[in-house]
């Protein structure tokens, strides 16, 4: 299994209090190998005996120069830079008409470029760097190259810098965390670079480091420089692509070309991408003062061209379809009762037609059916006899239903059927 290299302890007493006086780490990193470098060189064994000394600051600058002959000129200037900043920082004088000097006759380079050929990975590429990486790995990627940050701003971020929830994305650079701490800045990054950080965080704090200790870290990306330069590397060497410059021995495809992909990918206007990469000259007032919903609303329209697999708004998506399934139970119900309107309209319509009554003549004549009379229920008939001066008794039967059927000179005789 792969192991990563442990970090050299500094044993020179003179270079670890020296370093002291830097806050931020990378910083702190890069001065720590420069100085290191020119004690090898230089055969140095205690800088603070060489310090006593009294060297030729001037003459050792040189000599240390000669020494890195095969080191790119941008490494060598900025190596240099260093050595003079750490004599000038422990009372050694390296005077600016010899420092002159020394540029003018060609030992330091005075604009040197950087002399490995790197390039930025293809979307093709991405996607086979970003198979051999685990979830914390793709998470630190796609922040990457769909933001433009820095690497070591990147590793700074907090979980409160994050604003997962905005649309798009967005997280904010304090200026804590950048280059020269200044640069402070909001920067944007993509749905899918969002989601796989979502999945990093539900198991950060269970998940394990390879010395033992675990990722219950304030920052969301918890590990240092050298852990995601060798997280990149291996993919990149899995993938089958780790090629390097012949000349400098350099890899081409490295953490920084994620920054190279976002510049010349994302699209936006070349002010606004120069800023939200933290190039402080094209931070001023200008930038500032633009409305940072204009920003984001542009970089929503050409944030494809920063994501490796092109997904939606999955959480916008899924809110958008519930909202269409809404509208449509609404507009079926709709549907249905319109439906049912135009139905009853119909036939109201046909029941008031001349049609109607054919329709329904033609079925009486077509139809074979025969009425039935009620059975007759057995009756008898009653009979009452009445006086022909009681007027009374003779109207009130005949309100009963009475029949008069005979009279002679002194009654009446009323009939009335009744069931028997």
């Not at 209090?17 to 890069?30: A, D, G, I, V, Y």
């Amino acid at each position: 299994m792969h192991m990563v290299r442990p970090r050299k302890p500094i044993s020179d007493p003179v270079l670890k209090e020296w370093l002291t006086e830097f806050s931020n780490k990378n910083t702190k990193r890069q001065y720590c190998s420069a100085i290191r470098l020119f004690k090898k060189n230089l055969g140095i064994e205690d800088l603070g005996k060489y310090l006593k000394s009294e060297p030729d600051a001037v003459a050792d600058i040189r000599r240390f120069i000669s020494s890195m002959d095969e080191k790119p000129k941008k490494s060598l200037l900025t190596y240099t830079t260093i050595v003079k900043v750490f004599f000038q920082d422990n009372g050694v004088t390296v005077d600016d008409l010899n420092w002159k000097k020394l540029r003018r006759r060609g030992f330091i380079p005075k604009h040197p470029r950087a002399e490995t050929r790197d390039k930025k990975p293809t979307i093709q590429q991405l996607k086979q760097i970003l198979n051999y990486m685990d979830v914390k790995g793709r998470a630190m990627v796609l922040f990457l190259l769909s933001s433009g940050s820095r690497i070591g701003e990147t590793l700074q971020l907090k979980t409160e810098d994050f604003n997962m929830h905005a649309d798009p994305p967005r997280a904010f650079i304090r200026g804590e965390y950048t280059k020269g701490g200044v640069g402070q800045r909001i920067v944007y990054f993509s749905y899918e670079a969002r989601d796989a950080i979502k999945d990093w965080l539900k198991i950060k704090g269970k998940t394990g480091k390879r010395d033992g200790s675990t990722h219950e870290d304030e920052r969301v990306f918890s590990w240092g420089l050298f852990t995601a330069r060798d997280m990149w590397n291996r993919a990149v060497a899995k993938a089958g692509i780790d090629i390097k410059d012949k000349r400098t021995g350099r890899r081409i495809y490295h953490l920084h070309s994620l920054r190279k992909f976002f510049r010349t990918k994302i699209g936006l206007d070349l002010d606004v991408t120069h800023a939200l990469m933290g190039h402080v000259e094209y931070l001023d007032e200008a930038y500032l003062r633009q409305d940072q919903d204009n920003i984001a609303q542009a970089y929503l329209e050409v944030m494809s061209n920063v994501s490796v697999y092109a997904i939606e708004n999955t959480e916008l998506k899924q809110e958008t379809q519930n909202l269409k399934k809404e509208v449509q139970k609404l507009r079926d119900k709709e549907i249905t009762k319109d439906e049912k309107i135009t139905q009853l309209e119909k036939q109201l319509e046909y029941f008031k037609s001349p049609q109607f009554t054919k329709d329904l003549i033609s079925e009486i004549e077509t139809t074979n059916f025969t009425l039935k009379e009620p059975p007759k229920k057995p009756v008898k008939t009653h009979k009452v006899k009445v006086k022909l001066d009681d007027g009374k008794r003779l109207a009130k039967l005949m309100r009963e239903g009475y029949t008069p059927t005979y009279s002679d000179n002194e009654i009446w005789i009323l009939e009335k059927e009744i069931e028997d």
